[in-house]
């Protein structure tokens, strides 16, 4: 059983930057692929950026290439999105998720485990 618990979100401007952490625990963390998901009202939950066990490979949204970079610390069972020139249409509730598996990681029902969301909102 794996528990994630994301943070660091709020209310920023358009153009800020925000760094959500995920912190991991129940669960030996580097033996999962770890993605980033977000969710605006209205809306179905959408892939945002995944990263493989060993950090080498990397996926992301192409709304957020060259703007958001996903990274890990396995020795602190962390996971982090790091969001630059944000913008209205970020906004959401961002939530972190964990796999077993290394096939379908850009779709939600690959994922075993999901934090319960942090709230992200992009003012103009």
């Known amino acids: 059983q794996v528990q994630l618990v994301e943070s660091g979100g709020g209310l920023v401007q358009a153009g800020d930057s925000r760094r959500l952490a995920c912190a991991a625990s129940?669960?030996?963390?580097?033996?999962?692929?770890m993605g980033w998901f977000r969710q605006a009202p209205g809306k179905e939950r959408e892939f945002v950026a995944a990263?493989?066990?060993?950090?080498?490979?990397?996926y992301y949204k192409e709304s957020v290439k060259g703007r958001f970079t996903i990274s890990r610390a396995n020795a602190q069972n962390t996971v982090y999105l790091q969001m630059n020139s944000l913008k209205p249409e970020d906004t959401a509730v961002y939530y972190c998720?964990?796999?077993?598996?290394?096939?379908?990681?850009?779709?939600?029902?690959?994922?075993?485990?999901w934090g319960q969301g942090t709230q992200v909102t992009v003012q103009v």
């Open positions: 990263i493989s066990q060993d950090g080498v490979n990397i």
């Open positions: 998720a964990a796999s077993l598996r290394d096939m379908g990681v850009m779709t939600v029902r690959t994922y075993d485990y």
């Open positions: 129940g669960g030996t963390f580097s033996r999962y692929f």
